[in-house]
């Protein structure tokens, strides 16, 4: 069965400071993944997603990630981080042939100033 | 018109009420999906509806009833719930296994802002 982990349940970076959010998922074949983030009592947004080819995939809002399959991860980043990037960030793992995905536990994320 | 809307934005209900919940998108999408996110927890997987077929009822009680009149517009029929079902409950759209047509757009699910449900 699919799996994700994020093993940082919460985050505090400076503003302006560099941002990495880790994520790892276990699936026997190539896996679709995605990175979500949620404002509170909002839904979730998707700032990227990788399906195939360069494993350097850059998204919406300044966000990147970089898929390592030596390493079965996933992880997040960006340069610098501004205020209103403050919120809950998901990792997701889709699998071919349904359409579940399957959430990590989320990693909250504080700016401070 | 590229989102998914959700209505109400937030419900208050009693034990003994029916109430539902609407979710609407006009991307073309044919894959459509409920979530239950309870506080500082990810979303946990309901229902997906296929091609206007339930395809996953991820054994939810029966008490949530899902409804799929078309492709557009997903219902969510709530009658005899419980205190520990307040949630934000979540309303999703993808593109659809079939229309995919490979993994380019496959899985890529669009969330609507939520219902925060309170049930009293």
């Known amino acids: 069965a699919q799996s994700v982990t994020q093993p940082d349940i919460h985050i505090t970076v400076s503003e302006g400071a560099s941002l990495e959010l880790r994520c790892n998922y276990s699936y026997g074949a190539t896996p679709y993944l995605f990175w979500y983030v949620q404002s509170p009592g909002q839904g979730l947004q998707l700032l990227l997603k990788?399906?195939?080819?360069?494993?350097l995939v850059q998204g919406i809002k300044g966000f990147e990630a970089e898929f390592k399959r030596s390493q079965s991860s996933f992880n997040l980043r960006k340069p610098s981080v501004h205020w209103s990037d403050a919120a809950e960030y998901f990792c997701?793992?889709?699998?071919?042939?349904?359409?579940?995905?399957?959430f990590g536990t989320g990693t909250r994320l504080t700016i401070i100033p | 018109d590229t989102e998914v809307t959700q209505t109400p934005k937030h419900l208050v209900m009693g034990m003994t009420n029916k109430k539902s919940l609407k979710c609407e998108q006009h991307?073309?999408?044919?894959?459509m999906y409920w979530y239950k996110q309870k506080a500082k927890k990810p979303p946990e997987l309901m229902f997906v509806?296929?091609?206007?077929?339930?395809?996953i009822n991820e054994s939810v009680p029966s008490r949530f009833s899902p409804e799929c009149p078309n492709s557009s517009l997903l219902n969510l029929h709530l009658h005899a719930l419980q205190p520990e079902d307040s949630a934000l409950y979540l309303c999703a759209s993808s593109l659809g296994t079939l229309l995919a047509g490979g993994p380019t757009s496959y899985n890529e699910q669009f969330f609507g802002p939520g219902t925060r449900l309170t049930v009293l």
């Open positions: 990788y399906f195939s080819g360069d494993t």
């Open positions: 509806y296929s091609y206007e077929k339930l395809s």
């Open positions: 991307m073309g999408h044919r894959a």
């Open positions: 997701a793992v889709g699998n071919f042939g349904n359409e579940k995905l399957t």
